[in-house]
């Protein structure tokens, strides 16, 4: 049975970096990912990580984002740079076994970015 | 990347059926045999609906069918139920290995 969990801070201070862990478990050969969707607006794709290390990001957050995976301790992490107030949202762990899909979403959590 | 386009909303009666578009280019729905659909009610995480097109995982009913034609892709929801409320995001892999999402569209049941 596949659970993810996300954890970390719900508040950034604008310019600071975001960073959030996900615990997943019941997925150690999929690949893995982040979601995130502002409060009341639609799903972005951030980006994600394969069991090899290969990375895949969203063009337009490419610049300021990393994703990387410990599979010692089943962690995925995110880090997202120069945080601003539009980058407040609900950041959702993702998985699946299949390509361009996500079958298994972690609850969410949501960050704000103010001062 | 541009997300790709859904009408923002969509309605039927029970037992209706309604047919949600999302429009891309040949650089995602038109060139990707990945396209995928989501529902997601309030304060839910989104749950898949269909992946590759038409492919419609476990435990989802049949009411619910996926199609494509060209560089739009379509989900279509046969006999309406009052718990089909919600919203609905299509999904597509891109011609670059990224992912995109579609705008979204929240169907109201009558």
């Known amino acids: 049975q596949v659970q993810l969990q996300e954890s970390g801070p719900g508040l950034v201070k604008p310019s600071g970096t975001l960073s959030l862990t996900c615990s997943v478990s019941g997925a150690s050969n999929y690949w893995w990912g982040w979601v995130r969707q502002p409060p009341g607006k639609g799903l972005e794709w951030i980006g994600d990580?394969?069991?090899?290390?290969?990375?895949n990001y969203n063009p337009s957050l490419k610049s300021r984002v990393t994703i990387s995976r410990d599979d010692s301790e089943n962690q995925v992490s995110l880090k997202l740079m120069s945080a601003t107030a539009a980058d407040t949202a609900v950041y959702f762990c993702?998985?699946?076994?299949?390509?361009?899909?996500?079958?298994?979403w972690g609850q969410g959590m949501l960050v704000s970015v103010y001062s | 990347q541009s997300a790709l386009t859904q009408p923002p909303s969509a309605s039927g009666s029970p037992g209706q059926s309604v047919t949600i578009s999302c429009s891309g280019t040949s650089s995602d729905v038109g060139g990707s045999n990945y396209v995928s659909w989501y529902q997601q009610h309030p304060g839910k995480p989104p749950k898949l609906l269909i992946s590759?097109?038409?492919q419609r995982p476990s435990g989802v009913p049949n009411r619910f069918s996926g199609s494509k034609s060209g560089n739009t892709a379509s989900l279509t929801v046969s006999g309406l139920q009052a718990e089909d409320e919600a919203d609905y995001y299509c999904?597509?892999?891109?011609?670059?290995?990224?992912?995109?999402f579609g705008t979204g569209t929240k169907l109201t049941v009558l």
């Open positions: 590759e097109v038409n």
């Open positions: 999904s597509s892999g891109t011609a670059t290995n990224t992912y995109v």
């Open positions: 993702v998985t699946s076994p299949g390509w361009y899909k996500i079958n298994f």
């Open positions: 990580i394969h069991y090899n290390g290969g990375t």
